[in-house]
Nanobody
Framework: QPQVVESGGGEVQTGGSLRLSCVGS????????MAWFRQAPGKEREFVAA????????SYGDSMKGRSSISRENFKNTVWLQMNSLKTEDTAVYYC????????????????WGRGTQVTVSS
């Protein structure tokens, strides 16, 4: 079973950028679709972005569409989420998730989760 570990969170001012990283432990990393979700205090976890096994297809949730970009490098077992033009409402814990097969946008479709990395956007 793969393990995924997020990093790159922190505090940034409104309008700034952050790049989150997620490293997977499995040798079969390229067989997994990868995704980012986020959960703000008092809110449900929501879909941010997902990418298929070879990076040729990606999907974005409404919350950060146009302000984020997901990418991956399989030989590094790493997926990134580049976030730009950050807003205070982007403050949340960001989670990396993996599933075998095609990308999905529902939380329940992902089997493997990291512990999350905190992103705080201040005005």
């Amino acid at each position: 079973q793969p393990q995924v570990v997020e990093s790159g969170g922190g505090e940034v001012q409104t309008g700034g950028s952050l790049r989150l990283s997620c490293v997977g432990s499995t040798r079969s990393f390229s067989e997994f679709a990868m995704a980012w979700f986020r959960q703000a205090p008092g809110k449900e976890r929501e879909f941010v972005a997902a990418i298929n096994w070879d990076g040729s297809y990606s999907s974005y949730g409404d919350s950060m569409k146009g302000r984020s970009s997901i990418s991956r490098e399989n030989f590094k077992n790493t997926v990134w989420l580049q976030m730009n033009s950050l807003k205070t409402e982007d403050t949340a814990v960001y989670y990396c998730a993996a599933r075998f097969g095609a990308i999905k946008e529902k939380i329940t479709e992902y089997d493997f989760w990291g512990r999350g990395t905190q992103v705080t956007v201040s005005s």
